[in-house]
């Protein structure tokens, strides 16, 4: 029998992939940004950020515009840490330099590699066809393709079943997905593949190209009959905190998904911008959203944004 891989994750949906196609056991190491399934967190950190905690939504684009412009990277990988855990796989991406580490975050780490270096696979999915692609890649250099079959079976037989059930409420509302808020972007690539799979109708993005940055005139003379915010790498606290550039404007209090209580705050971090096997669950919030469900007491992926006195 051929001896298990030994993997590490660079990349959170990566890491969520991995354990979805079976490699929990051999994952060895992962980002500073893994965090589930929960066991990850025991695993050694490999990687860190240049960015300060405490930043808002426009410090923080300020200082990755700043980073980039100096020619360094946003991450710092260790090196040492990582070839001490001698992987035979690095799961990483190619997709945004801004979101997690990158090929060419890891050249000083492979150069000069001790033996056999390790397999490096590189994620960039577009849409969600592509994310189900990516189960295929991890499977195959995993000698794991037959399990991350089944993963996207199941997956998709999920989304098929919200689909059904989706269309049966007859009215498709328009929807603006809110990538970050200062300065305002609209949430591309996958998500309006999820938002049509809810029911609704995508606003301001097109399924398999980048999120693009949102004009406020766009989104006022668009008018939304619902606003999700699902700010990428914000968790809920985080992103009620620094709402002021956006609900304090001119025109949002006008807006008809502010005025029907059609506004709401979902996990940013955790779902919608991690390409991974929770794609599905991001999807069903947007369609308990739409439905008007009100979330459960311990409900803690999203929620309603409070209007305003």
Known sequence: MATPPRVVSLLPSATEIAVAVGLGEQLLGRSHECDFP?????LPVLT???????LTSLEIDRRVQEIVRLGLSVYAVDAN?????????ILTQSQCAVCAVTPADLEESLAGWVGTAPTLVSLAPDDLSDVWGDFARVGDAVGARAEADRAVAGLRERMDGLANRTARRGTRPTVSAIEWVDPLMAAGNWVPDLIELAGGEPLFATAGQHSPWLAWDALLAADPDVIVMMPCGYQIPQTLADLAPLVDRPGWADLSAVRAGRVFVADGHHFFNRPGPRLVESAEIIAACLDGLPPSADEHRWLALPTRG
Do not use: C, Q
């Open 38 to 42: 929960p066991f990850v967190a025991a």
């Open 48 to 54: 860190s950020t240049k960015l300060e905690k405490g």
């Open 81 to 89: 840490r990582l070839r001490a855990l001698k992987p035979d796989v």
